[in-house]
């Protein structure tokens, strides 16, 4: 998946809806910055977001996250009809653990998919889908 041909489609997807909980996430995600929720009392980090501690029911805060990861498992999708996605495929699905040791779901993007193995190095890549939202996308690191 080019990162020319995700952006030009990008408009195509269904984008979130953000709550009291996730709005922050989003909009710092649309500013170029990738934020996790960190616990203040236990320090555990914890994605997605939540409105408190899944752990200790505690406050949590937001932090700037390193923006790097190693790829934990993935698929690549051969056909999707949707128009969002069709162009893109084939196209690697993958759950990134994030060095701060919390894991997301996102699309493996700029890279040849037949390439991709577990435990590989990644890098974030946040584009901007709305004013409010953008979305996180995950590339092998090349340096
Ligand atoms: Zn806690």
Not at 103 to 126: F, K, P, T, W, Y
Request: proline share 5%.
């Amino acid at each position: 998946m080019s990162i020319e041909g995700l952006q030009e489609t990008i408009g195509l997807r269904a984008l979130p809806a953000p709550d009291n909980a996730s709005r922050h996430y989003w909009q710092s995600a649309a500013e170029g910055r990738l934020v996790v929720q960190r616990c203040t009392t236990c320090g555990v980090f914890q994605f997605y977001p939540r409105a408190l501690c899944t752990t200790c029911a505690g406050e949590t805060e937001w932090v700037d996250a390193s923006g790097r990861g190693t790829l934990h498992t993935y698929t690549i999708i051969r056909q999707n009809r949707s128009p969002a996605f069709a162009a893109l495929s084939p196209y690697a699905v993958g759950i990134v653990e994030l060095d701060e040791g919390v894991r997301m779901m996102s699309n493996i993007v700029d890279c040849d998919v037949e390439q991709l193995h577990i435990g590989m190095a990644l890098e974030v890549l946040l584009l901007k889908a709305a004013d409010d939202v953008g979305l996180p996308f995950w590339r092998p690191v090349t340096d």
